[in-house]
């Protein structure tokens, strides 16, 4: 399969048509321990005029996935999509409370990037310009996940990866990607959805076929 680069996916994100208002949101999504922010931080290094939305934000708790979901488009996604004020739920992780929400301005270079599971969700679709998410094997993912986060994430791994079972089950966000890449050695490499980003592109364009 051809190899995609963080640039190849920028090239492609900056191509394909705006869905909400004038915005390009490009949301990056896979399991725990996929790889996504790793990529996405790729992404906004090379992109740092895109504002940038972890869902890691937007959890309300480690049994908040399903409700990160309507947190996120109520108050980031559609008041961004018609030029209202916007602000990024915040949690704190410390003390399993709120935390004063983040405001969000709309960035000018039109480019927002959301990353973590939860943000492909149906729900969100309509405001995404772009969907990818990353596949790597779960003894990988777990690896990696507790590797950085052990001490505090290991009480909590069985209870989240349920979730994320659930999501997947009730929302195929890795059938719907525009992009389906695999993250096992941290490269970008396509694995699904098509041969190219400029294939995407053609394909993402009003009246193209499929």
């Known amino acids: 399969m051809p190899h995609l680069t963080p640039s190849d996916l920028v090239t492609w994100w900056l191509s394909v048509p705006p869905t909400a208002g004038d915005l390009r949101v490009l949301a990056v999504e896979g399991r725990s ?18 504002a940038r939305v972890a869902m ?3 959890y309300p708790g480690w049994d908040g996935l399903a409700a990160s979901v309507p947190l996120l488009v109520e108050h ?5 999509a018609v030029d209202r004020p916007a602000a990024v739920p915040r949690w704190d992780w410390t003390a ?22 939860g ?18 094997p779960a003894a990988v993912r777990r690896h990696r996940a507790l590797g950085r986060d ?11 990866s349920a979730q994320e079972e659930a999501y997947l089950a009730a929302e195929r966000p890795d059938a719907r990607a525009d992009l ?3 993250g096992t050695d941290g490269t970008a490499r396509t694995l699904a959805a098509t041969a190219s980003a400029a294939v995407l592109a053609d394909r993402r364009r009003p009246g193209a076929a499929g």
């Not at 321990?33 to 895109?50: D, F, I, M, N, Y």
């Not at 943000?119 to 790597?136: D, K, Q």
């Not at 052990?150 to 989240?160: K, L, M």
Request: glycine fraction near 10%; proline fraction near 11%.
């Open 150 to 160: 052990g001490a505090t994430y290991a009480p909590h791994w069985d209870r989240w």
């Open 180 to 182: 389906v890449l695999d």
């Open 76 to 80: 980031v996604l559609a008041p961004l």
């Open 119 to 136: 943000c492909g969700a149906r729900a969100c679709a309509p405001y995404l310009a772009g969907l990818v998410w990353i596949e790597a």
């Open 96 to 117: 399993d409370a709120p935390a004063r929400p983040r405001p969000l301005a709309r960035p000018p270079s039109g480019l927002v990037l959301v990353e973590g599971i």
């Open 56 to 58: 890691d934000d937007v």
């Open 33 to 50: 321990g996929s790889g996504k922010t790793t990529l996405a931080a790729t992404l906004a290094g090379l992109v740092p005029q895109a």
